[in-house]
């Protein structure tokens, strides 16, 4: 039975959702934003900015053309060519990313916002030492929303939780009084931390705070709705998630929304879950659709995880972080290529990642390959940092343990 306090958190939280409709930009943390009258570059700083709101690409391609515009007019125009880098990211463009920055940053060695650049483009290619390097000097020069954001994420990857958690409290007060989305933003982020720690009731209060500033803030809706789904409460599960998934099309709640629709075991709501994934994956450029990391997920569960091994291969053609070789290992396990899978999730499990995902796949990973000791090790890893990890897979994880242990039992 809920406690009063949760049940008063979830009713604040769906009181919060509930409220009047605000214009919703997504907050994406670059600090790159370039300032100046050109009529190109403002033209390009509001489509990008429509762009985070709608992932319509066609958003995304009017921003590079208004830039490539104005490069054209002024190849050297370092503001144009500093918003361009926020450019690059969504094609996977990091070594390009890099090398542009560190070329700005050779003009203009006190611009800091540059090293947050080159961070990004160090951890998406697993250069996490570059990267982590890069943020700490950012940090040093500019205590903002946009550095520490950045070293919260470094120190999840360590698994540094309480660090992260630290400084992505840090960031949020960082952003106001003037940055309400940014607030909302890292409010979020802290509760996701969070839920790795087992702290739901801490993780709603972040998101109580987000949802009071900013009702209809899509990233702490999509949180709040996870939070419902690993509670069983299906209806707010359901509601948050669709809520979220209206202000901005995320593809990680369309394929939720699946997940907690097939946990009900509402198979009609489930196929409609599914429509909308289906929807997503047609709008995507035909570029995207061959690395699209959470499509690769979602298929190697639904769909096709022979294409979805494919795909996440040809990411870690020039992305190599932890997430990504993750996703590999799942896919080629869920291809039926287990013993394949082994080095990529070794490399995932590489830096410390505390994340029960990870120890679920590894778990799952290694008793198809035939290590039964390893798989129970890791799956009670994953029920050791949240028993509610995920609204199928924690169920899964459980069941699997209690079976490999018969079976240690049974040849000992």
Sequence with gaps: MLSWRRRSLLSLLARAAAA????????GFSGLAAAGPRPWLKTAEERHARYRRTLDPADLAASEAAV??????????????????????????????????????????????????????FLEMGRYPDAFAAYDRFAAAHRSTASLSRLALAKDVVGDLAGALAAMDLAANAALPGDLEGYAWCRARSARILLKMNRYEEAEGRLVEALLRVPNHAPALAAAAEIAARKGLWEPATRLAEQSFA?????????????????MGDRAGEDRAKASVKTLEA??????????RLLALYLAEYGDPKRAAL?????LETRKDVGGYDAHAWCL????????????????????????????????????????????????????????????????????????????????
């Excluded at 515009?69 to 361009?84: H, I, Q, Y």
């Excluded at 901005?248 to 939720?256: K, L, N």
């Excluded at 709008?283 to 699209?292: A, G, M, N």
Aim: hydrophobic residues 50%; charged residues 30%; aromatic residues 6%.
């Design 247 to 263: 202000l901005v099309p995320e593809f990680s709640v369309a394929a939720a929304l699946v997940d907690y629709r097939r946990a």
């Design 311 to 315: 795909m996440t291969a040809r990411e």
């Design 333 to 412: 396990h869920e291809a039926g290529r287990a013993k394949e899978a082994a080095e990529p999730m070794a490399k995932a499990l590489a830096m410390g990642t505390i994340d029960p995902l990870f120890e679920f796949h590894a778990g799952a990973i290694a008793r198809a390959a035939g290590d039964r000791h390893a798989a129970a090790r890791h799956l009670a890893r994953a029920l050791e940092i949240d028993p509610r990890f995920h609204v199928l897979f924690a169920d899964e994880a459980r069941k699997m343990k209690k079976e490999i242990e018969k079976e240690i039992s049974a040849n000992e």
């Design 283 to 292: 709008l995507l450029p035909e570029s995207e659709k061959k690395v699209h």
């Design 68 to 121: 490539a515009k104005g490069l054209t007019a002024a190849p050297g125009d370092f503001a144009l060519r500093k918003f361009r880098l926020r450019l690059l990211l969504p094609h996977h463009r990091f070594e390009e990313l890099a090398r542009e920055a560190a070329a700005l940053k050779a003009e203009r060695s006190d611009d800091a916002e540059l090293d947050g650049a080159l961070g990004d483009a």
């Design 20 to 27: 009047a409709v605000l214009p919703f930009v997504l907050c």
